[in-house]
């Protein structure tokens, strides 16, 4: 249930990795040797010189970006389903933000939840007091407390934030983040960022009644072969060849697309012909999806917010947390974005337009998710971009 918690090769280091590089980047522990004696670590805390001497090193903008997030019970429409969750603000995904590479951000948060909770900075590498990471990081934020998140974000791209507590984020606390590049390599006409989700919240139960049967020990088990089999809130024998065979174990009434299900899907639209940058996000709990825009290849230039060689696809296979960005050079007409949730035989689905013609049907398999097929491990990552030397530099020289 949890983003963290992957079934793809790869994933989990990543974020191990993504962690690493935060901690040593920002704080660099220092080792004092004895005479011949054990070494000891010695801990760096936030308000160490050293600290502050590298989030002034990467705050190229001199700009703070403020924010406020104030986590509540809420409700959303579901195609005219009213259904009761969690999220920041009014709608599912949350408000993106989005800042510079260099700028400050300032968050404040405003638990209005009634359950402590905090914010973890997906893929962001920031310093570790930061993190919102509970009993680690910071102290978990009471109910009708507040706390600000002050960080620098120093690495370009596509992120997102969500709580770092039980099951929250299989609720609708998630919102994309995306850093811009001052020095931006790549030219596009239009933007559009894709959050992707699997949704029971206030459908059938909550995140938190699913857990609990699993735990009970629903159990595992393959399906009739017909495909996965639904018993309560535990999917049965969902299982796919590019997960390693695992697809998950939890059924979810909908899939969405920007908090839309299939039954009232967004549109996207734009130009015949225009250049678009689609920024992924899979935001679900339990669900890897294979993404397509029918009648289209895509150009895939990030993962996870990092440059990669550029690699044609006619379908990612995004796993939980990942995040891709792509390029598009639309066709004339209406096209189907399906997202199928992998091995579950379900999809979430939008609707891209730059012309007339009848929408396509929500329930369409476009011929690309059978195509070429690329995730993550496919792709080979460009040499360090300026920013990460530079941020390499300026925390040796610090020390
Ligand atoms: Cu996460």
């Excluded at 989990?12 to 004696?37: I, P």
């Excluded at 579901?78 to 800042?99: C, D, K, M, Q």
């Excluded at 909908?254 to 299939?262: F, I, K, M, Q, S």
């Excluded at 689609?278 to 993404?291: Q, S």
Aim: hydrophobic share 35%; with cysteine.
């Amino acid at each position: 249930m949890s983003a963290h918690r992957s079934r793809m090769p790869g994933i989990t280091r990543r974020t191990v990795v993504g962690g690493g590089v935060a901690l040593g980047g920002a704080v660099l522990l220092g080792a004092c040797s004895g005479q011949g004696e054990p070494t000891t670590a010695s801990l760096v805390s936030p308000d160490d010189p050293r600290v502050q001497a590298t989030e002034e090193a990467r705050s190229a903008t001199g700009r703070e970006h403020r924010v406020t997030l104030t986590p509540a019970p809420t409700e959303v429409d579901l195609a005219g389903t009213t259904v009761a969750t969690w999220a920041y603000g009014s709608s599912i995904p949350g408000e993106e933000v989005r800042v510079r590479r260099g700028d400050t951000v300032v968050a404040e948060l405003v638990n209005d939840l009634p359950a402590p909770t905090t914010v973890h900075w997906h893929g962001l590498a920031l310093r570790n007091d930061m993190d919102g990471v509970p009993g680690l990081t910071q102290d978990p934020v009471a109910p009708g407390e507040r706390f600000t998140y002050r960080f620098v974000a120093a690495n370009p791209g596509t992120h997102w934030f969500h709580p770092h507590v039980g099951t929250q984020l299989d609720r609708g606390l998630y919102v994309p983040f995306v850093v811009e590049d001052p020095d931006e390599p790549l030219s596009y006409d239009e933007e559009w960022v894709v959050a992707l989700d699997d949704w029971l919240d206030g459908v059938d139960g909550t995140p938190d009644d699913v857990l609990a049967e699993l735990r009970q020990g629903m159990g595992h088990g393959s399906g009739d072969g017909d495909g996965p089999m639904r018993m309560g809130a535990t999917l049965m024998g969902a299982t796919s060849d590019h997960l390693g065979g695992d697809a998950g174990d939890v059924y979810y009434p909908e899939y969405l697309v920007n908090g839309r299900p299939a039954g009232d899907p967004h549109t996207f639209e734009a130009a015949p012909g225009a250049r678009v940058r689609i920024r992924f996000v899979n935001a679900g709990g339990d669900t890897a999806f294979r993404v397509a825009l029918g009648g289209h290849a895509m150009t895939v230039t990030h993962t996870d917010g990092y440059p990669v060689e550029h690699a044609e696809a006619d379908a990612l296979l995004i796993g939980m947390g990942e995040r891709f960005d792509v390029l598009v050079t639309l066709e004339d007409g209406a096209f189907p974005l399906v997202a199928l949730a992998e091995g579950k035989d379900r999809t979430a689905f939008a609707v891209v337009r730059t012309g007339g013609g009848s929408a396509p049907e929500a329930d369409v398999r476009p011929e690309e998710l059978d195509g070429r097929v690329v995730v993550a491990t496919d792709l080979t990552a460009e040499e360090a971009p300026a920013w990460r030397r530079e941020t390499r530099t300026s925390s040796t020289r610090s020390t």
